[in-house]
C-alpha cells in the first residue's frame, strides 16, 4: 500500500543517507566502496537480498560507486517493501566498505 508523505519522512529518517528528490516516488542512495569489485560484491548481495524479498532496486555502478533506486512499480508509490529493502540493504553495506 502506498505510503503517505509522513510515512516516507519517518521511514527515512530511520534510514542510511536514503533521499527522495522530487515528486517522484523513488528513494536513492549513493554508496561508495573502495574499489569495483567491492561494488560487484555489495550488488550481489544486494541481488540475494532481492530475491528473497521479491522487490528488485534498479542499480547503477560506476567503477566504485553504486547507485540504487527503490520504487513500487507495480504501485506506481513507495510502500513498506521500498523502506524495507533500504534498511536490509543498509546493513549489507558496511562490509563492502573496507
Ligand atoms: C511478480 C513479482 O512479484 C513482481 O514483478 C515484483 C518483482 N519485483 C519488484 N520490484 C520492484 N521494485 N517493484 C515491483 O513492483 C516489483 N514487482
Redesign the pocket.
Known sequence: MALSDAQIEEGLARLQDWRREGAEPVIHRTVRLPGFTDAIALVDDIAQV?EQV?????IDIRYNKVHLA??????GALTD??IGLAARIDELVPHHQG
Open positions: 532481492a521479491d522487490h528488485h532496486p534498479d527503490l520504487s513500487t512499480h507495480s504501485e517493501k521500498d
